[in-house]
């Protein structure tokens, strides 16, 4: 076993121990949260700025400065399996993307992954430069006006018909791995009706694989609840029986991007590696980044098992830096960000 020395700069974060992609190291491309969507179960938070205008809202020399950086080490690039662009946000709004995916192409020698909401797949700009990735993961949530609206909350600039006819587009055009990414939440796409219009667009697709999510996280509104690990595996039987999907996965209902299982890192105890105080200012930065349970953080840490990181993190939960919220039946510590005014006895009596 390996211990994944996890970093977290600006933009730069992990590796982490992924179901779907092995040790990933994260790459941030937007402050938060830069968005076309304000998602309601989104775990980053709220959309701060809701736009489709494509710029560069940080310095595109910056990042590519903090991934020369971490390359400079050849051990520690050595532990990634895999390059994830991301955002805290909507990561094809940052104009410099297509650089940067290039830059990891030929500093890292990994191969590059790149998550999106798909609603820019209508622009060849961005179809151009995502052509340059490996992987692309673009989700797709519903194919109803409707529960499109209720569910992703788009700004007015984004068209659903549109972004369809965009990712079908790129899905014929992109030579590389194509995983369609479909949340469901309890009530708002799980109907009938809304799984047979997302059936009639996978028909139209040329997918490596579709993903199955549900509300597994603390979501930014209450009401965004997840459906049952049954209805999930109804919902994945129809999308296996379309033809030309080769995989239908299911990654949710306590199944964390850290958790173990076949193909995953298994955990195992090791002694605390770092100064205490370097390893606890660590998992903050991790979850500023989303909400973690303590059994996720010691994926990543290995301190010793989910108990010894709740003793490690009493002292900041008591401090107020981070909170514990109660979501599903699971314990999660999130950072307590712009909730500086709820009590923790609040936070820890929700039960979304």
């Known amino acids: 076993m390996v211990w994944c020395n996890y970093t977290s700069m600006k933009h730069i974060f992990g590796p982490v121990n992924s179901r779907r992609l092995g040790r990933s190291l994260g790459i941030d491309l937007l402050p938060k949260k830069i968005c076309n969507f304000d998602c309601i179960y989104c775990e980053v938070g709220a959309t701060t700025l809701h736009t489709c205008e494509r710029r560069e809202y940080v310095p595109t020399e910056d990042i590519l400065a903090e991934i020369e950086q971490y390359c400079a080490d050849p051990a520690r690039l050595g532990q990634v399996d895999v390059v994830t662009v991301t955002a805290s946000g909507e990561p094809t709004l940052h104009a410099g993307l297509g650089r940067i995916i290039r830059f990891l192409k030929e500093r890292t020698g990994k191969p590059v992954a790149v998550l ?59 030579a590389g791995e194509l995983w369609l990414e479909i949340l469901v ?23 490596t694989r579709v993903q199955l999510n549900t509300v597994a996280r603390p979501p930014l509104e209450k009401f965004a609840l997840p459906v049952s690990q049954e209805r999930l595996q109804e919902i994945a039987a129809l999308i296996a029986a ?15 991007i850290f958790a173990q299982g076949e193909g995953d890192v298994a955990a195992e105890a090791a002694p605390l590696r770092q100064d205490r105080v370097d390893i606890l200012e660590q998992i903050v930065q991790m979850l500023q980044r989303r909400p973690c349970t303590a059994a996720d953080i010691d994926r990543i840490f290995l301190l010793g098992g989910p108990a010894r990181i709740e003793q490690l993190l009493e002292p900041l939960v008591q401090s107020g830096r981070i909170v514990k919220r109660l979501h599903r039946d699971r314990m999660f510590y999130q950072y307590c960000g712009d909730q500086g005014s709820r009590s923790q006895k609040n936070i820890e009596k929700e039960n979304v």
């Open 116 to 174: 999106t909401n798909g609603t820019n797949l209508t622009r060849p700009d961005v179809v151009e430069e995502l052509c340059q990735a490996d992987i692309v993961i673009p989700s797709l949530d519903s194919a109803l006006q409707e529960s499109f609206r209720r569910l992703n909350r788009p700004a007015p600039c984004v068209d659903l018909g549109e972004t369809i006819e965009g990712l079908v587009s790129f899905s014929h055009a992109f």
């Open 185 to 207: 939440a309890k009530n708002v796409n799980d109907s009938r009706e809304d799984i047979a219009a997302l059936l009639r667009v996978i028909a139209r697709m040329r997918l």
């Open 242 to 256: 379309v033809p030309g999907v080769p995989r239908v996965d299911i990654i949710a209902h306590g199944i964390s």
